[in-house]
């Protein structure tokens, strides 16, 4: 029914709400007819409804924002070069978070218990504690003191209580593993 779209038309350059026994009255239709044109326009996506039964109230639907704001990121990704990569903050760019961990609360022998302890730490310096600790596992030493360091270049280990016979086998970054270099900073 065309003309019952063009009165549609005409009323929402009139008033922003519609009603189905507007539309009806002004298209000269009955009341089901006029809904089922404005249903289909809600179907379509051109209108929304607020309401329900004879109260329901059709308005113009407003433009999709976030398409407009993914059309505006495709257009300026082309204009504007992007930086080759994001370079992290320097801790010295902002405070410097700091993160305490017990070695002994997850044990320090076997690749898992270094990944638990380690699940989800951020920071700038992270302080191991070794307190309690007589045993350390190669498996343990590879994950924290190579994966994981590699995995956080700007993220400062500081090891604390660890025995000397201990500490000879951790790793110091650009020496081969076994060698010394990480010392208690206390």
Same mark, same amino acid.
């Given at each position: 029914?065309?003309?019952?779209?063009?009165?549609?038309?005409?009323?929402?350059?009139? !008033?922003?709400?519609?009603?189905?026994?507007?539309?009806?009255?002004? $298209?000269?239709?009955?009341?089901?007819?006029?809904?089922?044109?404005?249903?289909?326009?809600?179907?379509?996506?051109?209108?929304?409804?607020?309401?329900? =039964?004879?109260?329901?109230?059709?308005?113009?639907?407003?433009?999709?924002?976030?398409?407009?704001?993914?059309?505006?990121?495709?257009?300026?990704?082309?204009?504007?070069?992007?930086? =080759?990569?994001?370079?992290?903050?320097?801790?010295?760019?902002?405070?410097?978070?700091?993160?305490?961990?017990?070695? $002994? !609360?997850?044990?320090?022998?076997?690749?898992?218990? =270094?990944?638990?302890?380690?699940?989800?730490?951020?920071?700038?310096?992270?302080?191991?504690?070794?307190?309690?600790?007589?045993?350390?596992?190669?498996?343990?030493?590879?994950?924290?003191?190579?994966?994981? =360091?590699?995995?956080?270049?700007?993220?400062?280990?500081?090891?604390?209580?660890?025995?000397?016979?201990?500490?000879?086998?951790?790793?110091?970054?650009?020496?081969? !593993?076994?060698?010394?270099?990480?010392?208690?900073?206390?």
């Amino acid at each position: 029914m065309p003309a019952v779209r063009a009165v549609i038309d005409a009323l929402l350059t009139e !008033s922003k709400t519609l009603t189905t026994k507007t539309v009806a009255d002004r $298209a000269g239709v009955s009341r089901q007819a006029a809904q089922k044109q404005l249903k289909a326009l809600v179907a379509k996506g051109e209108l929304t409804v607020h309401g329900k =039964a004879r109260a329901a109230k059709y308005t113009k639907k407003g433009p999709d924002l976030w398409a407009k704001v993914n059309e505006l990121s495709v257009a300026l990704a082309g204009l504007v070069e992007a930086p =080759a990569a994001a370079a992290p903050l320097h801790a010295q760019a902002r405070m410097a978070r700091t993160t305490r961990v017990e070695v $002994a !609360s997850a044990g320090s022998y076997y690749r898992l218990s =270094a990944r638990l302890l380690l699940d989800e730490v951020d920071c700038d310096v992270l302080t191991l504690d070794f307190n309690g600790v007589e045993e350390l596992g190669d498996e343990f030493i590879e994950e924290v003191f190579e994966k994981w =360091a590699n995995a956080h270049p700007f993220t400062k280990l500081e090891v604390l209580n660890l025995p000397e016979a201990l500490l000879a086998r951790i790793p110091t970054p650009g020496r081969p !593993s076994g060698s010394t270099g990480y010392s208690d900073p206390l």
